[in-house]
């Protein structure tokens, strides 16, 4: 089955990149895209995986919509999209900036995408655009506590214990693959944190969980550079002097995770 819109043909001139290391000197800040939001990633991963894994006018289902960087990926792709993210005021943010959109199809609402009422928003999505399903799925959740989002206690950015917050997120991850079609792609973006002194290698243990509860083939780990963290913005020095006063290394990578459901 073909997924995407590749012209093998003329394979040398796509500029998909089938590499598991992606080396990215900056953001791409063309259109609406914008640094504004903590915690947002780079327009060129969502470009990527949407490119490599669906066709013009599918659809994209987005549970951490965040600043709508995927949104504006779509639109200039011309795929669809579902978003959700638990920020209203970032919800409000990214549909001011697609007033008057018309080349593609999209609904974008406020949910708690772990809970049981999840159902019924997903449903109203699905109803407007007059779907069934979507064609892939990506996932950039908090990165356990360092970053809060929201003053709500159901918040995954809020939950600082690990095995907790791998519980809460299989909660979102049955809840995105529901309305996955079989045979098609979703991907998890994410990063290690540093915790209580040591390395919390938060991508493993979401690997890890995913393999051994879904019925999917991980069919990607792509290591992408992090360049100019909003959070580190101007502190390149100081984060250098602390490392070399401690026994840690800074985080200069994170992990785009590609699976492939079978169910």
């Not at 001139?13 to 990215?24: G, K, Y």
């Not at 974008?108 to 049981?116: A, E, M, P």
């Not at 992090?226 to 990578?253: C, M, P, T």
Request: aromatic share 12%; hydrophobic share 40%.
């Amino acid at each position: 089955m073909k997924f995407n819109d590749v012209e093998l043909g003329n394979w040398k001139d796509c500029d998909i990149n089938t590499d598991s290391l992606w080396l990215i000197s900056e953001r791409d800040k063309h259109g609406k895209h914008s640094n504004h939001y903590h915690g947002n990633f780079i327009p060129q991963i969502p470009y990527q995986l949407i490119k490599r894994y669906t066709k013009k006018n599918e659809t994209v289902l987005d549970l951490f919509l965040g600043s709508g960087t995927t949104l504006f990926e779509c639109e200039n792709l011309d795929r669809n999209l579902i978003g959700f993210d638990i920020n209203n005021n970032a919800i409000d943010s990214v549909k001011h900036k697609m007033v008057d959109v018309n080349n593609i199809k999209f609904d974008i609402q406020n949910s708690d995408v772990s809970s049981d009422n999840f159902d019924i928003k997903m449903m109203q999505s699905l109803d407007k655009l007059q779907i069934n399903n979507v064609q892939f799925l990506i996932m950039h959740p908090p990165y356990l506590d360092i970053v809060k989002f929201t003053d709500k206690k159901e918040d995954l950015s809020h939950i600082a214990n690990l095995p907790q917050f791998i519980q809460k997120f299989q909660l979102v991850v049955i809840n995105g693959l529901k309305y996955l079609e079989k045979n098609r792609y979703f991907a998890v973006v994410i990063g290690d944190v540093y915790k209580q002194g040591e390395i919390k290698p938060l991508p493993f243990y979401i690997m890890d969980m995913i393999k051994r509860n879904f019925k999917v083939k991980l069919k990607g780990i792509v290591i992408k550079n992090v360049e100019g963290n909003r959070g580190k913005l101007g502190q390149n020095s100081i984060w250098r002097y602390r490392a070399l006063s401690s026994d840690y290394f800074i985080f200069k990578h994170e992990y785009i995770l590609i699976f492939k459901k079978e169910f």
